[in-house]
């Protein structure tokens, strides 16, 4: 069994769970594997209240995961303050409902570690689309964090050994919303570095998604 942690994309194969990212305003909580969660990208704070409810429903779903893709975005328009006030509502909520949290960070990784730590947040954490270098990583492994790897793990070879470096426990992988590749493709180059990934991923999922 393959397991694509995180989707943009459904394509429903036979073998492969697909953990499709959707948003508040337009869930379809018909799928069998979905999370929910404001982007840093798309908050708009006069809609705040209504998505936070609306997610806080979706979490009460089985087939609701996790809370994601939310974080922190240094390089958008969008005031860090209220995308860090955002973030956390969300991982207290992850917390009430011991989900785990997808997360999407650019340029903001110490202050994800520092937010961890205050709010004493419990619930797996998950850095989609790792492409940084090995001392980011350890950084963030060794505060609890997981760390999903996709398309640049294809077509960035320097970042394979930092993959290797990471706790196989902390591992996953993922397409995001990568059209051009697949999540065999993925896992085609990761088990070419390590041949039990596909065991190691789906125990990670059944631990980190209770399922």
């Known amino acids: 069994m393959k397991i694509n942690t995180h989707t943009h994309h459904i394509t429903a ?4 769970i697909e953990i499709i990212n959707q948003y508040p ?5 018909t799928l069998p594997t979905y999370t929910v969660g404001i982007h840093p990208w798309y908050i708009q704070e006069e809609r705040l209240e209504e ?7 979706q979490l009460q779903q089985p087939n609701c995961l996790a809370i994601g893709e939310c974080g922190l975005d240094k ?6 303050n209220l995308q860090i006030e955002v973030f956390k509502k969300q991982l207290l909520l992850a917390e009430k409902y011991k989900k785990a949290v997808i997360l999407h960070v650019v340029s903001a990784y110490q202050e994800v570690i520092q937010i ?3 709010l004493q947040i419990t619930v797996p954490l998950i850095i989609h689309g790792f492409n940084k270098k090995e001392q980011v990583a ?7 964090f997981y760390l999903s790897f996709g398309k640049h793990l294809i077509y960035n070879e320097a970042l394979r050994s930092t993959f290797l470096k990471v706790p196989r426990e902390q591992l996953f992988l993922e397409t995001d919303d990568a059209k ?13 570095l390590d041949m039990n990934i596909e065991a190691i991923i789906e125990q990670n999922y059944k631990t980190v998604f209770n399922r």
Do not use: C, H, R
């Open 51 to 57: 998505e936070l409810a609306l997610l806080e429903e």
């Open 25 to 29: 305003l337009t869930v379809d909580n």
């Open 138 to 144: 350890e950084s963030l492994w060794k505060n609890g």
């Open 13 to 16: 194969q036979q073998g492969i």
């Open 116 to 118: 961890k730590k205050e």
């Open 75 to 80: 390089k958008i328009n969008i005031s860090l």
């Open 180 to 192: 051009e590749i697949t999540i065999e493709d993925v896992y085609t180059v990761a088990s070419a």
